[in-house]
């Protein structure tokens, strides 16, 4: 069974009139609903970087007790890998039977890991089902849901007296749901390739999988080593990209340093939604490369009529509705430590707490992004 938020989640986008047949009847979510009506608290495992008690840190986590299920702002856990428990490294000099049974050790951990991983992909999949019925999306396909969707039209009058249409975000969307359907249609694409990995080459599968990338690899199944390969594969792509537009802007090959407002100007202009309409195929290529959207931002300029400017485009509504919903739900303060660094790295901030760790890193990356949210706000 997913875990209590994941079904916090998986309720708060349902209308109070969905028809019944919708509802999972074998499902044990109705002998547990009673439960979200009560008053609980999610306690996170210690870090290992934990400060002493009498210095001040920012909270790392936040009490869901009072949080209604409509401002929920952090997806369920589940939706995040699972801790990785591998044994102690041993001596040179230890003897090597303790060495071998080591990689046997190491091997069952990954593995353990793994299995986790893909649980937890079934059931956010499991659990999004009913609410991308309900939001009139597709279940078969598991794409990404639509901007659109998350949207409520309402008829209004306008200044020369004719009606008119506003949009509205719904009063149950919450960034938990809307993060839950993003992420569970992300890893359930991705679950078929990695299993036949996994079930073909076994443990070993980490080996394979820091070659293939993240292409064939859910982000629950992501281990700590591919995700610090990857966050080095964007800064330095980000790098290379902002030097690029600079050159090609200013004259300058020097890139706008990492963190600083102006960086943050050149990437704001880059989710801006009339500024992709406008800009030429190469800015599209190097707003594609600073998001992550792209390799490189020396594609083929022809790639970008076919593929580039549109993936562009979907991603900066996926943006600006998750801004609303941040900003909806309670704002930086109300977010997790880990939910923190995932938003700044989707918003191509990799670097910004470089030299920092622990809670330092936290107060630098939580800062970052209430600029962030104060700049696409406006």
Known sequence: MASLRTQRARLSHLPTSLPFQFLPVNSRLLQYSHLLQLRYKSHARPSSSAQPADKRTVPSTTSTSSIPLSDDINPPPSTRPADLDLPESLPDTAPAGDKVKRYFSIGRAYLSFYKTGLKNVYHNYRASLPIRRSLGITARLPTAPPAAAFYAKQQSNGKSGSKGEKQFLATKTSR???????????DVRRMIPFSLILI?????????ILAFGNAVTPYTCRIPRQIEKYRSKRLSQKTKALSAH???????????????EEEMRVISQFVNKSWVEKASDEEVLRACAVLGLAESHTMPSFLVGMLYRRRLRNFVEYLALDDKLMRKCGGTKALEAIEVRVAVEERAGFGVAMGE???QAEIVQRRWLEKWLERTGK
């Open 246 to 260: 600079s050159a090609a802007v200013d004259g300058s090959v020097t890139p706008p340093e990492v963190g600083s």
């Open 176 to 186: 938990s749901t809307f993060q839950l359907l993003h992420r569970a249609a992300h």
């Open 200 to 208: 073909i080459c076994g443990e070993l599968t980490p080996f394979l």
């Open 357 to 359: 760790e622990g809670w």
